[in-house]
């Protein structure tokens, strides 16, 4: 990686960490979920509305490291309007890129995170809000309920 590309990468991040996208409460969801990384002590409260197998909407609160941040606000923006498959897809590509340091075309932006490979401690702020994405999608707010 060039410095210039390195730089414009930590911009994006430090961009993302401090004016986060997608960032509040979503009254209308069907799925929470919260996320919680203890060695840095990143809070992530994801909120999704999903119909029909489509995230058609995705908000987030919480706090944390400007990667944690960062990483749910690209999340958040890359996966608005596409399927659970597709979700499915960035969580792979996504964890191959902050673990082996595979590039992937469908990431787009998330390419900036693949920095976070060489600092293992920060892997886990990183992928905390993928982690909290997969848990709230196999997790349906619906489904607690004793009842029909
Ligand atoms: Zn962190």
């Given at each position: ?14 961009d ?13 969801a ?18 999704i509305?999903?119909?029909?197998g489509?995230i ?23 996966l ?19 673990t ?10 998330l ?9 293992p ?28």
């Amino acid at each position: 990686m060039t410095a210039d590309l390195r730089e414009l990468y930590q911009e994006i991040i430090i961009d993302h960490g401090r004016h986060p996208r997608h960032k509040g409460f979503l009254p209308d969801a069907n799925h929470h979920k919260v996320g919680f990384n203890p060695l840095c002590g990143d809070k992530i409260f994801l909120h999704i509305l999903e119909k029909e197998g489509v995230i058609e909407k995705i908000r987030f609160e919480g706090s944390g490291c400007a990667i944690s941040i960062a990483s749910a606000s690209l999340m958040s923006e890359a996966l608005q309007g596409k399927t659970i498959n597709d979700a499915k897809e960035f969580f792979h590509a996504f964890h191959q890129l902050v673990t082996e340091g595979k590039q992937s075309e469908i990431l787009g932006k998330l390419a900036v995170l693949g920095g976070v490979r060489e600092f293992p401690a920060r892997v886990k702020c990183a992928t905390l809000s993928w982690h909290t994405l997969q848990a709230a999608l196999t997790q349906d707010v619906k489904l607690v309920t004793t009842e029909e």
